[in-house]
């Protein structure tokens, strides 16, 4: 038995000692995964956006679907504009379907509106009877595998190479060949790019658009094509921008209220329950290192609400030594020995311990499940502190009672407590 617990001990020392190295601001990687604390959009600033989708003219079996795709393209126009670690996200307000776009850090607000809200619709049209009548052929944007910069060989100026898939590739074909000598115009969101003459045939799924563009002009252009279409339309309904001196400045008052909270926490538990409290302080210790190095580690962005929820999980570990030292309490009062009033009050405690926290947990999951934005990270955060407070106050809590048990010091205060 002695043997066991001493195993026992050492690993829990371990997982704390890695956890405790784990959660230094110095470090940035562990088991070779690089590890850091994400921030939210409230803390390390930047803009939220709300951008509202009109599914007025899609059917109600495709709504779920264009939601999806919508989500998706607004994404991959973020990640061209390079914003760490944006949010992307569907919600629904009563009838009204939106997405929220957090992208923290952002410098140029405007130019992330400008991105994302484009509709990036690309066609091919013809030429019908009159000069400015254009007719549309079928090859839109659907039909393109990659766009990307290149510069004319005689003028070195910016224009857009287009690829197109198999079947976009055979309408190009046909497009061309029947329309020798005449000019095929290429229109994006309805705005003609260019109408260049067609020369002959071709058959290597490629097109050119030339015109007077600047090199950023090119190259956002490429992106919305690369990142596709919206397949609905959408319209910006709300702009929020977050200051990174105000996410700072809530950086530090949270981190004074928490340690402020800790102390008085371990105070009251010495206090109240001499070295059985020094005991719950120890691994109530631990338990802040292992919750910090999992924030690192998955990674978990934090936010206000989210480190709310890591100081509320803390007073849930707490609460569960409270309620083993009472029962240690009532163990020694009916003239049980220290050791077995230790175990009985351990064994006796778990199913309140256990149902209590169950609540929690099922209670934060709901809220993760059907809310969104910070309500979703407080939700996070609670439910994983609860799960390893768990670890801390029924695994560590007994670790270090059942060493401090051994001495016959240490076994007098306890007799006490």
Known sequence: MRRNFWIGFILILTTISIAAYASLPSTNKLLGKDIKVSQGLDLQGGVRLVYELDLSNTDDSEQQSAIDSTRDVIERRVNTTGVAEPVIQPSKVGDMHTVIVELPGIDDVQDAVDLIGKTAQLDFREQGSGEEEWIATGLTGKELKSASVAFDQTTN????????????????????????????????????????????????????????????????????????????????????????????????????????????????????????????????????????????????????????????????????????????????????????????????????????????????????????????????????????????????????LRLFSMWSFFRNDMNKI
């Open 157 to 400: 100026a910016p224009q857009i190479n287009l690829g197109f898939t198999g079947e976009g590739k055979d309408l190009f074909a046909a497009i061309t060949e029947r329309n020798l000598g005449k000019p095929v115009a290429i229109f994006l969101d309805d705005e003609i790019l260019s109408a260049p003459t067609v020369q002959s045939k071709i058959v290597a799924g490629e097109a050119v658009i030339t015109g007077q563009f600047t090199i950023p002009e090119a190259k956002e252009i490429v992106s919305l094509l690369n990142a596709g279409a919206l397949d609905v339309p959408i319209s910006l309904i709300e702009q929020r921008t977050v200051g990174a001196t105000l996410g700072e400045e809530s950086i530090k008052k949270s981190l004074v209220a928490g340690l402020i909270g800790l102390i008085l926490v371990a105070v009251f538990m010495i206090t109240n329950y001499r070295i059985a409290g020094l005991a719950a302080v120890l691994a109530l210790t631990g338990y802040t290192f292992i919750v910090i190095a999992f924030f690192k580690y998955i990674p978990v962005t934090l936010t206000l609400a989210g480190i709310a929820g890591f100081i509320l999980s803390i007073g849930m570990a707490v609460d569960a030594n409270i309620l083993i030292f009472e029962r240690m309490r009532e163990e020694l009062r009916e003239g049980k020995d220290i050791k077995l009033a230790l175990e009985e009050s351990f064994k006796r405690s778990w199913s309140s311990i256990r149902d209590s926290n169950m609540a929690t947990i099922i209670t934060s999951a709901i809220l993760y499940f059907t809310t969104t934005g910070v309500v979703r990270g407080f939700a996070l955060t609670l439910s994983l502190g609860v799960i390893i407070s768990l670890y801390s106050s029924i695994t560590a809590s007994r670790a270090f």
